[in-house]
């Protein structure tokens, strides 16, 4: 596509310099229209001063006849017309046919006349002024006015043709200035495009094209750290998967061949399910993801009594703290009611009571606490305490990204999949909250979830 439009010429350099020809031709049109009634203006005026001031000094002889002469002479020597109103209103002389009644009738009278008249479709500067009992008639045709500004013109033309060359090349300087980083850019994302990172983008001094370049090479080093954030999370995803299905295939070989004895097929069975679901839970938190970042991902909005939603949660997981001695605690007296979905809001609890329990130590406990959100937005906040070894402030920042706790600790403390913060942090947003990390006073991890008073049936995306 981008190529077709090259090729109708319809880049942006294209653009800029056919825009600047034609301003410069619109410009240069105009100017030399406005300039060219104004010269026809100055010498009409010019012409009608020359005129009349020549036949004030022929109306100075006061006689008729001299003065007649004199135009006579004057106008043989300048090219103008002249003629003679006779006392009787008869007209002779070179310029008797512009002479009609109206302005003879006028010098006769003893008026001076000063008017631009037509005469068979030409017009013609008059000047005329009583002499003596008649008058005297002094006439230029346009047509000499026409030649003068004709020359003028002609003078100015090489001057107006090298300014609007001059306009032409600062145009197309100009579009190339301004394209060339824009083109450079575009090039340097088709490179992206292509999936080479780490692109020289270069800059320009042109503010705006500067912000694109810039905008540009942030694209370039977001991309850079989401890709590989990507490849780790696929490598710690194979990783992970290699384990309990080598653990299996190992099992499942020595069960074809006979190698296990009846005494330990049904420790080998425990071993076998154990690995099973080790490989399911980590399977469903991926298509869980999966679906967390779907378009058509819904929200099925209902009120939802987050009290009893916790006291539910923690009798569903009472078995389990149990063993690990774990007292599982709720404070939700002051719970309100939300229109939320109470399934997405349940298994958004149970995975953040899975993880503190994860790091609870034995004869700790693990409260379960929801109160109104400060403030006067309304919603409530849902927290989860544990007592477990807690979170640095690195740990903190980076909590709620893939696999980032997983890997920092798996050697040194129980961890999951990697996935769950990550699939709590989604799943918040998808109800139209949020989720945070902070330390507990007196040691261990709280997670608090804040959820709005209401929530739409479409709820927003979030990016992974």
């Known amino acids: 596509m981008p190529d077709d439009r090259r090729r109708r010429g319809r880049t942006l350099n294209t653009r800029i310099t056919l825009l600047v020809v034609g301003v410069a031709t619109l410009v240069t049109v105009v100017a030399g229209v406005a300039s060219l009634q104004l010269v026809r203006g100055a010498l009409e005026q010019q012409a009608h001063e020359h005129l009349a001031t020549q ?109 609007a060359i001059a306009a032409i090349l600062g145009g197309v300087l100009l579009a190339g200035r301004i394209a060339s980083p824009l083109v450079a850019t575009a090039n ?63 099992y499942a070989e020595a069960l074809a061949d006979g190698l296990v004895d009846s005494a330990s097929v049904a420790s080998v069975g425990r071993t076998l399910t154990a690995e099973t679901e080790r490989v399911d839970h980590f399977v469903g938190d991926l298509l869980e993801l999966a679906r967390l970042e779907s378009d058509d991902f819904r929200i099925e909005p209902s009120p939802v009594d987050l009290a009893a939603l916790l006291r539910e949660a923690a009798e569903a997981w009472a078995a389990k703290a149990a063993a690990l001695g774990v007292a599982i605690v709720v404070d939700a007296d002051a719970a309100p009611t939300v229109v939320s979905d109470p399934r997405r809001v349940r298994q958004l609890v149970d995975g953040l009571v899975e993880n503190a329990l994860r790091v609870s130590p034995p004869d700790s406990a ?99």
């Open 55 to 163: 036949v004030g000094i022929l109306a100075e002889e006061g006689d008729l006849e001299t003065a007649a002469r004199q135009a006579q002479a004057w106008a043989q020597d300048v090219g103008d017309q002249w003629a003679v109103v006779a006392s009787d209103g008869s007209v002779r002389g070179s310029a008797r046919r512009w002479v009609d009644a109206e302005v003879a009738r006028d010098v006769l009278a003893g008026t001076a006349v000063s008017d631009t008249t037509r005469a068979w479709r030409a017009p013609v500067i008059l000047e005329a002024q009583p002499v003596g009992a008649g008058g005297i008639v002094l006439a230029r045709p346009e047509s000499a006015i026409a030649a003068a500004t004709r020359e003028l013109v002609a003078r100015f033309l090489p001057i107006i043709g090298a300014a």
């Open 366 to 464: 693990l409260e379960l606490r929801a109160a109104a959100a400060p403030g006067a937005g309304g919603g409530a906040a849902i927290a989860v305490r544990d007592e477990g070894p807690g979170l640095s402030d690195d740990d903190l920042a980076r909590a709620f990204d893939r696999s980032v706790l997983r890997e920092r600790y798996g050697s040194s403390r129980p961890v999951g999949t990697g996935l769950g913060l990550s699939i709590a942090q989604r799943l918040a947003a998808r109800l139209g909250g949020s989720v945070s990390a902070a330390r507990a006073p007196g040691g261990g991890s709280v997670f608090t979830v804040d959820l709005p008073s209401g929530v739409s049936p479409r709820a927003p995306g979030s990016a992974w």
């Open 188 to 250: 340097a994302a088709n490179v992206l495009a292509c999936g080479r990172r780490g692109v020289a983008v270069p800059g320009s001094d042109i503010p705006e094209v500067d912000d694109v370049a810039h905008a540009l090479a942030a694209l370039d080093s977001a991309l850079v750290a989401s890709e590989g954030r990507q490849r780790e999370f696929l490598l710690s995803v194979s990783h992970e998967l290699r384990t309990p299905l080598t653990a299996i295939r190992g």
